[in-house]
């Protein structure tokens, strides 16, 4: 029986990785804007931050440099593991940078950072849910993956593994080796390391069941 894809084909998919199909663009970029958001949400609910970020903060004390040139050095390593996995990096792979970029800029800087406990845990959940569903969403356009969810496609397509699986052990791993660096752990890192992967896997289900209903109807 045939494998099913790591990342399933919508009617949205690009055709190629430097595709500029409307459709697509207006997905693509539609997703990394809730990314950006969902991660400006985090970043407000004060809860922790993110494992790639923890690691980021590890190296950087470490090392001397900053957290930005250590968050760039990661990304050029993880892009070197691509070869391996036959990975390659398209529009969406630059789009990735900067839209995420932009929209957490934005967000930190438009929305008041909460107080109350249930407003920060009210941002972290819905932070939460908005960085999955963008993850997934822009995968499905296939116009290439950022370099740390390159990293997660890749293994799933190599060694046939589920994204839920892949993504938890690849945060959690990130956020032990930061902590042990000297990285910031907090109660939203734990939660977002252990949670994020199967938010992705559910909402690329989803996904495909919301494309699949798109074809259907198409049929008719």
């Keep these: 029986m045939k494998k099913a894809r790591a990342i ?5 998919a690009a055709s190629s990785l430097w595709s500029l199909e409307s459709k697509t663009i207006c997905v693509l970029l539609f997703a990394l804007a809730i990314l950006g958001i969902g991660d400006g949400l985090i970043v407000l609910s004060n809860f922790g931050s993110t494992p790639w970020t923890v690691l980021s903060q590890g190296i950087a004390l470490q090392s001397g440099i900053g957290i930005g040139w250590a968050s760039f050095f990661i990304s050029v390593v993880v892009m070197l593991a691509w070869l391996p996995l036959k990975l390659r990096f398209g529009l969406g792979t630059l ?3 900067i839209m995420i970029a932009f929209f957490l800029d ?3 800087k438009i929305l008041p950072e ?3 406990l249930l407003s920060r845990m009210t941002f972290g959940i819905i932070g939460i849910f908005l960085y999955g569903l963008g993850t997934a969403l822009y995968l499905t356009c296939h116009l290439g993956a950022g370099p740390r969810d390159g990293l997660m496609v890749g293994i799933c397509q190599r060694f046939h593994l589920k994204v839920g699986f892949v993504r938890t052990g690849i945060e959690i791993s990130v956020c032990l080796f930061g902590f042990f660096l000297g990285g910031i752990v907090g ?3 734990l939660i977002f390391a252990a949670g994020i992967g199967w938010i992705v896997q ?3 289900e989803l996904i495909t ?5 798109l074809n259907e109807k198409h049929k008719f």
């Design 114 to 116: 909460p107080t109350a």
């Design 187 to 189: 109660i939203g890192t």
């Design 209 to 213: 069941r919301f494309s699949h209903s």
């Design 106 to 108: 934005i967000t930190t």
């Design 8 to 12: 399933p084909y919508t009617n949205w």
């Design 202 to 204: 559910g909402c690329l």
């Design 95 to 97: 789009l990735n940078i």
